[in-house]
């Protein structure tokens, strides 16, 4: 049989770096006549401005498969992707696709929140390479999935957000191509319509079509796809299948991501006091992928550079839709007398209990301040690590539901004494 | 076998312009514009009757400057009519080009999140503003009544021009749109660029006003073929085809030398946006 996608030492580079896009003509000019010195100053050290995100990636779907890809940020996922749907073009190497594309790197693109339901079905269906006639047949199916029947003609500024990203996937979910190729956009919405989705699409792998399907969620590809393919820093770690593959990711992830230690990059921003490092561990050994199950820490080393008084640390963590799950201070269960700073180096480990997280990435932002009067500093986000079940199924079902966490809590439940006894 | 459907090779140059999936995208086209005109005037007061405000003001206003104090002359033709028949084809152009010139930038969601000929963008920006030409269009017929002027077979040029203005304003836009991507400078050169354009055109004054000797110079601006053709066809003055035959030429080597080095761009947009 002939592979539906075939992918040859595809290869794609961008130009990043210490020198800045030149993004108007006055930045041109400047950077004319400074380059001459410039390039005296710095030699031949060009090489260092460009990043590889994807390097000699080769690999072949043949028709009706359903592949994950998986890996962390910056992998190279989504730069694959969009080399795949022609958004941008490779540096080097080729690829072949031998069918009708759609790709769906994230929902809802060109929504328009002047225009009502209707007219943005249209809109959005035709962006993404339906014609007219077609969304015309499938305009009630459409609607009916997405549960929006009577806002129809309303327009989408006045639509919870909830309601506008389950019509932009009923869209987008009816569409037929050959190959679909989606990125994680099922991370959006509430959890009983990501099952909603997940449904379609591996119908539409039973309708013996082939789908791509990126995510940085595991159960998720475990759930759709027979094969996976690991990215890793832009070339391919490993491909097999999905369980083969999971198992390795999760027992790698350690030796395959680092950081696991973040360090404060600029130097000298806060007189006051410097966060040196920030780290995760758990069962004693330092990681940033965390069992969901398992109790983990984090811990901060900062340097007070003189008394502060009065001034408290503070981690918030946010999921990867950006919302905050918690803020914890260190100053939460001591009295106002015990936060008198005195100059020196400190070590803050805070203990995270197991059973809370839902699986998914988190990003930690840790900051200090000092109480009604000002903020010291704050690292947005300095910190990131993942969380998986490490539980079966039945297990992981929890993540699924409604919550921005899914805590294990006990349910003692005993039978009362019933009136008949 | 088939060739496969789509082949993407990095060492190949793209050559050509792809006409056939230009072709194919057609309906996207359509989707666009009326997206557009949809939202244009959406929570506005007035609506669809900005279109005529326009030149409407514009056509009082020169009058009031050009036509009543320093007595421009207009061919013979009651000034504001004369610079109504002008303001039309130069309102939509102008228009069309400055829509079209921030289109791209202004889309950058769908640059980055899905495939198709680039072009279109720029495109749907100028046929959204054909829609304003009929509006304000239609203005123009009591003022023809207004002014006792009759019907007359040179009319049948009117489409000529407009597709020429139109043809015009994509060659423009197309070029801007681009260079707006990478040099965002052009959002800023355009209003200025617009009104050098307006007095290097024949919108206030008659192309008859300029000295013969400078006629060829006025004549390398295509937009003074197109709205010196505007007032002829209505007016019934004798066509002057070599500013005609200038603006074809020149109007046509532009689209296509446009529409190639688009082509030759836009699959770096994706990447510097």
Known sequence: MIPIILVENLSKCYRIGSRPAHNSLRDMVAELIRSPFHRLRSGNRSADETIWALKDINFEVMPGEVVGIIGRNGAGKSTLLKILSRITRPTKGRFSLNGRVGSLLEVGTGFHSELTGRENVFLNGAILGMSRKEIGSKFDEIVAFAETEKFLDTPVKHYSSGMTVRLAFAVAAHLEPEILIVDEVLAVGDALFQKKCLGKMSEISEAGRTVLFVSHDISAVNALCERAILLHEGSIAMSGPTREVAAYYLDHANKLYSPITWIKFPEGKSKEIEL??????????????????????VTIEYENKKAVRNSRFFLLVRNEKGEPLFTSSDYDLLSDVAIDRRPGKFVSTISLPGGLFKTGSYYGTVGADIKYERIIFAENDIFHFDVFESGDDTHAVRHTRVGIIAPLLPWHTTAKESQNS | ???????????????????????????????????????????????????????????LLFTLVFGKLTRMPSDGIPYPLFAYAGLLPWTFFANAVTNSGNSLVGSTSLITKVFFPRVIIPAAAVAAGLLDFVIAFLLLIPLLIYYRIPLRWSLLMLPLFTILATLLALGVGMLLSALNVKYRDVRYALPFLIQMWLFASPVIYPSSLIPEQWRWLSMLNPMTGIIEGFRTSMFGTTFDWMAILFSIVITLSLVVSSAYLFRRVEDSFADII
């Open chain 2, 1 to 59: 076998m088939d060739d496969p459907l789509i082949l993407i090779d990095a060492d190949e140059i793209e050559s050509g312009l792809h006409l056939r999936e230009l072709w194919a995208y057609r309906e996207l086209l359509f989707f666009l514009s009326w997206r557009d005109i949809k939202i244009r005037y959406k929570q506005t007061l007035l609506g669809a009757a900005w279109a005529i405000v326009q030149p409407l003001f514009a056509m």
């Open chain 1, 276 to 297: 040196t490092a920030v780290t995760i561990a758990q069962r004693g050994a330092q990681t940033n992928i965390i069992d969901c199950r398992e109790p983990f820490t």
